[in-house]
């Protein structure tokens, strides 16, 4: 994760005070979104730009449009990368494994909510977050997207429903990869799951696609309506 995939067309990051969207839930912010009486939650988990980013909250918006309450939780506790950060020194001060304790504390709140069930979505950084929870069954249904530091024995772990969205050219998560996730998954047919390999689009097509490339714009497109088909079918 230390390459440029993870950090090319970075975005313009929205503050805090840029929206009254913003809750605290737990001991973090969030940017929330939808229905707040829904008692079916999706945690959007971002890459390394963080809750801020303009696209992955326009997606959250869209997810929760199909009635779910969506929150997007800060994670970097205000201190996303930035262009001036090294990521591999970021990324040291940022371990996904320390997000766990507090994504199972956002969980809690939400059922304390009157929340009954919780899915969650996690791109690039936050994929690993998602799939510990998975491990955990600290969540009903999950997905991964362009997913980064992520090893077979992760995906094996797993205990509930997953899908997997991944990039045709993705150094931290090439499709081989991706295919021998698809053939653990396979291994254990009590965990439903759903692959898919995008052509023509790179590592963070999902929430940081060019504008001007209509390939990457349409299977961003794509890729979203799969992401909410999934949910639909297991939320």
């Not at 995939?5 to 939808?34: F, H």
């Not at 988990?45 to 963080?50: A, E, L, N, Q």
């Not at 997997?164 to 295919?179: C, H, N, Y």
């Amino acid at each position: 994760m230390s390459g440029p995939e993870c950090c090319e067309n970075p975005p313009t990051l929205a503050s805090v005070g840029e929206s009254s969207d913003v809750l605290q839930i737990a001991s973090l912010n969030s940017y929330v979104s939808g229905n707040t009486d829904s008692k079916i939650a999706v945690l959007l988990i971002s890459d390394v730009y963080d809750y801020g980013a303009p696209k992955l909250r326009k997606l959250a918006d869209k997810v929760a449009s199909a009635g779910y309450y969506v929150v997007v939780p800060d994670f970097f506790h205000g201190d996303p990368k930035t262009p001036e950060d090294s990521l591999q020194d970021w990324i040291k001060n940022h371990r996904q494994m320390e997000a766990i304790p507090f994504a199972k504390s956002v969980i809690q709140a939400l059922k304390e909510k009157g929340i009954s069930k919780i899915g969650a979505a996690g791109f690039c950084w936050g994929a690993k977050v998602v799939v510990e929870l998975a491990k955990e069954a600290e969540i009903q249904v999950a997905a991964i997207l362009h997913p980064a530091l992520l090893t077979l024995d992760d995906i094996k772990g797993v205990k509930v429903s997953i899908a997997i969205l991944g990039a045709e050219i993705d150094k931290w998560s090439p499709p081989e990869l991706v295919k021998e996730f698809e053939l653990a998954l396979k291994a254990k047919p009590e965990i439903d799951h759903f692959v898919k390999i995008y052509s023509g689009v790179s590592h963070g097509w999902t929430v940081r696609w060019k504008d001007d490339d209509e390939i990457a714009v349409k299977c961003a497109k794509e890729a979203h309506e799969d992401l909410l088909a999934w949910f639909a079918k297991c939320l």
